[in-house]
């Protein structure tokens, strides 16, 4: 449920580093930052729910783990990445 609610920044990072050039540095930061809170905004509320029961954050993480996701999994999901 939560993934497919997350604001898309890997598109918008892909899209950004495909033609660099295509817009100014500061809108393309400014538009990065948007992205930023939007997320922060969508999961803050649930990611305290997670911390505040140890039980249900060890379920969240195994879960994230079977599917390769998490925050140690975006370096090989980002743009240009190997």
């Known amino acids: 449920m939560l993934h497919e609610r997350l ?5 918008l990072l892909a ?9 100014p540095v ?3 930061l400014a538009e990065i930052a948007r992205h930023a809170v939007r997320f922060h905004e969508s ?4 990611g305290a729910s997670l911390f505040a029961e140890p039980a249900l954050l060890a379920r969240h993480r ?3 783990r079977k599917m390769d996701q998490g925050p140690e999994t975006l ?3 980002m743009p240009g990445s190997r």
């Open 62 to 64: 195994e879960e994230l």
């Open 26 to 28: 500061q809108e393309r």
């Open 75 to 77: 370096p090989t999901r």
């Open 43 to 46: 999961t803050t509320p649930v």
């Open 7 to 11: 604001p898309r920044i890997l598109p």
């Open 15 to 23: 899209e950004y580093t495909a033609v660099p050039e295509a817009r």
